[in-house]
């Protein structure tokens, strides 16, 4: 083969790599739309306000450790954190009921979204998402709780 060829066949081979990446992105999108059409969204303002009104109710942060530690996290009295990656092993032994009331964070209110249709397809009845996520709630000033991490002594 010449080198123009070569080169064609090469253009050819990254562009169709390019369309199947965007069409997998667009099937990740539509799969967080139909998500979040099929799951209680609430405003970040409801949360706040639900807060404010001291009403009962469990934050639920599905974000990673790493996450949390660099943004930090509602600031609530009932916090639990379990990974996005970890809910379906760990949701079993935690301390959440089917009844709980709870709100789900994640950054953005994707992540959330799925975990609450995880949560609600095995039997919890009272699922809400922050829509807008931790993002949405540090971009307006709402508290905020930072980890800890104690400096080593040498």
């Known amino acids: 083969m010449n080198r123009l060829t070569t080169l064609f066949l090469a253009l050819v081979l990254i562009a169709s790599n390019l369309l199947a990446d965007l069409e997998v992105g667009a099937k990740f999108r539509e799969i967080i739309r ?66 709980d009331k709870i709100v789900i964070f994640c950054q953005t209110g994707n992540r959330a979204a799925l975990a609450a249709l995880t949560l609600e397809s095995v039997g919890f009845k009272n699922i809400l998402v922050a829509d807008g996520g931790m993002s949405g709630w540090k971009m307006r000033n709402y508290p905020t709780e930072y980890i800890q991490i104690p400096l080593n002594n040498f």
Request: charged fraction near 35%.
């Open 34 to 99: 139909s998500a979040k059409a099929s799951v209680h969204m609430v405003s970040l303002k409801e949360v706040k306000s639900m807060m404010d009104k001291s009403e009962d109710f469990i934050i639920l942060d599905v974000r990673d450790f790493n996450e949390i530690k660099a943004s930090g996290y509602p600031k609530w009295d009932r916090y639990e954190n379990i990974s996005r990656g970890q809910l379906e092993l760990l949701v079993g032994g935690s301390d959440l009921k089917v009844d």
